[in-house]
């Protein structure tokens, strides 16, 4: 399932579809910009194309499609249903709309963006036409809209038994941060409405899991 064209999200769909003579699920713009960036993705053994709105059944699993806002031709997040269970990667959007907070309602499990801090971010060593993008509405999420989301009783409904962390910037966030940020906001919810699930922070380098349901 490819969320989008860039580099980060694509440099392995060749080699991972031909070993695993997996299909390649898609956006058609998404493809026609990935076959322009990487020609050999002109062989990849088996595409489909899929739109927001999409929902594909692969074997016991449904993915739901739906559209974030992110600087890409057609960008993408996905929702998983499978036995009872609810969960959703979403990662790489500049601001969390109302369609989005609501395809992540009663989701058991949840990897979330939570990219950068600004401060980090603002006085670290990017380019200022870089450190725009990523504040931008097309951009990524960073602590503070994330905190601001987990706050929010009405915006996230802390079903989560398991809330992930992820995308987090080597340059312009820590773990640290980022986790402290999340524990505060969610000490605000209300009682009635508290998160009473597990917080964990993905790491670039070490895989999390496996989570049992």
Known sequence: MISHEHSDHISGVGPLARQYRAPVFVPEPTHKEIVRLLPAARKLPRVEFIRAGDRVTLGDIEVSAFAIPHDAVEPLAFAFRAGGCK???????????????????????????????????????????????????????????????????????????????????????????????????????????????????????????????
């Open 87 to 213: 969960g959703a990667v979403v990662t790489d959007l500049g601001y969390l709309p109302a369609h989005v907070q609501q395809h992540l309602r009663d989701a058991d499990w949840l990897v979330l963006e939570s990219n950068h801090d600004l401060e980090m971010l603002k006085v670290g060593p990017y380019p200022w036409h870089v450190k725009q993008r990523v504040m931008s509405r097309t951009g990524h999420l960073s602590n503070d809209t994330v905190s601001d989301f987990l706050a929010d009783a009405d915006g996230f409904d802390s079903r989560n038994r398991i809330l992930v962390l992820g995308h987090l910037s080597e340059t312009n966030n820590t773990p640290d941060v980022a986790r402290i940020c999340a524990e505060e906001a969610l000490h605000r919810r209300p009682s009635a409405a508290a998160f009473r699930g597990e917080l964990h922070i993905a790491s670039q380098h070490v895989p999390l899991g496996p989570f049992v349901f």
